[in-house]
T-cell receptor, first 115, second 120 residues
């Protein structure tokens, strides 16, 4: 069965620090990968997605993620975080065989950025 | 664009009552909607996939008679928690996928704001 694991449950950073959130998945076939963000009191929003092509994906608000197939990883990065990046971040995977678009989510990582 | 509205946002009710939660895609049509449950500090767990005009597909371990799903139109899906009990208290989130183009299953899901259900 597909699963997604996010290594960091709670990350605290100061503004301008660099961010990397880990995400590993288990699925042997073709996958589509996503990062979603949930700001306090808001709904989940798509940050970026990977379907195929360039494994380095750029998303909104300066975020990027790199798909490393050999490591089954899709880590999220941002060179310099801001206080407004404080939120919950979820990695998700959709197996290529699933035509329904069913997503499997990781446990989530709470990011707290100190001003 | 791609707004999903979920209603109500918060409901408190007595044990044994049934609660209906609505999920609407406001500016796009969605053949497929998804219902998730989120426990505090945990991930979203998919409960079921709601298909317009047909029966929902439930995930393993989810009681379909407990969580009734109706997807009567391309913009509305409802989740009814029947005879709710305190253990059903949770945060329920719906999402909808815009059905455009041949690879629609690759379209991103758009999420509602969620419904916090508290059963006393």
């Amino acid at each position: 069965a597909q699963s997604v694991s996010q290594h960091n449950h709670h990350v605290i950073l100061s503004e301008a620090a660099s961010l990397e959130l880990g995400c590993n998945y288990s699925y042997g076939g073709t996958v589509n990968l996503f990062w979603y963000v949930q700001y306090p009191g808001q709904h989940l929003q798509l940050l970026l997605k990977y379907f195929s092509g360039d494994p380095l994906v750029k998303g909104i608000k300066g975020f990027e993620a790199e798909f490393i197939k050999s490591k089954f990883s899709f880590n999220l990065r941002k060179p310099s975080v801001q206080w407004s990046d404080t939120a919950e971040y979820f990695c998700a995977v959709k197996g290529g065989s699933s035509n329904t678009g069913k997503l499997i989510f990781g446990q989530g990582t709470t990011l707290q950025v100190k001003p | 664009g791609a707004v999903v509205s979920q209603h109500p946002s918060w409901v408190i009710c007595k044990s044994g009552t049934s609660v209906k939660i609505e999920c609407r895609s406001l500016d796009f049509q969605a053949t497929t909607m998804f219902w998730y449950r989120q426990f505090p500090k945990q991930s979203l767990m998919l409960m079921a996939t709601s298909n317009e005009g047909s029966k929902a597909t439930y995930e393993q371990g989810v009681e379909k008679d407990k969580f009734l799903i109706n997807h009567a139109s391309l913009t509305l899906s409802t989740l009814t928690v029947t005879s709710a009990h305190p253990e059903d208290s949770s945060f329920y989130i719906c999402s909808a996928r815009a059905e455009t183009g041949p690879a629609y299953s690759n379209q991103p899901q758009h999420f509602g704001d969620g419904t916090r259900l508290s059963i006393l």
